[in-house]
């Protein structure tokens, strides 16, 4: 009798061990089952333009891909409403560096904090000199957490081609991170034979960038680390000029990335997106947050004479 109680126990904890060790996995199941909410997909078809360059094989594939984000990682608002429009961007900035890749996920990303507005300036109140910063990754303990103004994360998907994407750029840190360190090698998805060329590439560009010679937004030539950032934004938006300006630059990333952006976006973004969803007179307040007057902010930035 004890032999077959023993049985029995050892069973039982099989069981419960095996339903412990595949708990994600039938979680994942579960969500990627469910049907795509109708009022993401219509953000998705508003305000993404990278989701405009995919086939529908694609555009299902980035919907799963956009539902397993939300369902396993938290953002949450300090001081400001976490909507269904703030979920879309941040995970579509999550997941267009990783679209390209097989079963990636970004294991140390603890939580995504989103802001009312500049970073440092909402913590620094009383201070009237205050460098802007509109999104960091931080540490804490073995999660890092992406952190983001929310003006600036809808500011970066109003143009699809301005080679400015804070929230894209925030992920390109998370990516670089994922081998340990950020410092502008992402060496955990980078093929061992192309770590030196990246390397001797970026200080090339970088050497460029402070002389005053390259189309690269000044502030990749901070650090090794903020190139990549930089480069990934300008690979994402603007693929087609970094191929011209930037052919080896290019070609590289789309190793990096294991995407060819350039060949997908011969698309006038501009008639496809629609920013807000309703029309915004020039002189009324810019539906991003700003402040300033629609005319004199985001309706320039979508390539609109003033």
């Known amino acids: ?95 267009i560096p990783i679209f390209g890749f097989q079963d990636w996920e970004y294991q140390n990303l603890g939580e995504v904090l989103v802001f009312p507005g500049s970073i440092k300036r909402y913590e620094n109140e009383q201070n009237e000199v205050v460098a802007e910063m509109l999104g960091r990754v931080n540490p804490f303990q073995n999660d890092h957490y992406v952190t983001l103004s929310k003006p600036a994360l809808e500011r970066g998907f109003n143009d699809m081609q301005d080679r400015r994407n804070v929230g894209i750029h925030e992920f390109a840190h998370m990516l670089d991170q994922a081998d340990g360190e950020i410092d502008g090698i992402p060496k955990a998805y980078l093929p061992d034979e192309l770590v030196r060329p990246w390397q001797e590439l970026m200080l090339r560009e970088i050497k460029s960038i402070h002389s005053g010679d390259s189309d690269i ?16 934004e300008y ?7 970094l191929a011209e300006n930037h052919p ?55 390539g609109v004479a003033a």
């Open 1 to 95: 009798m004890g032999y077959i109680f023993f049985g029995v126990l050892v069973v039982a904890l099989c069981f419960a061990f095996y339903r412990w060790a595949t708990r994600r996995e039938r979680r994942r199941r579960q969500v990627i089952k469910q049907e795509f909410p109708a009022e993401w997909r219509k953000i998705l078809q508003d305000r993404i333009g990278f989701y405009h360059t995919l086939d529908t094989e694609g555009k299902a594939r980035f919907e799963k891909m956009l539902q397993l984000f939300l369902a396993e990682k938290r953002i949450t608002g300090i001081e400001t409403a976490i909507d269904d429009l703030t979920k879309i961007l941040v995970a579509s900035s999550a997941i």
């Open 235 to 241: 690979f994402f938006e603007k693929p087609g000029q």
């Open 248 to 302: 080896k630059l290019y070609e590289l990333l789309t190793k990096i990335f294991h995407q060819k952006p350039r060949k997908r976006f011969s698309i006038n973004f501009r008639q496809l997106l629609n920013p807000y969803g309703k029309r915004v007179g020039r002189n009324e307040p810019c539906p991003c947050g700003s402040g300033d007057k629609y005319k004199n902010c985001c309706w320039q930035k979508r």
């Open 217 to 232: 937004n000044d502030y990749g030539g901070t650090s090794e680390a903020e190139f990549f950032a930089v480069v990934t």
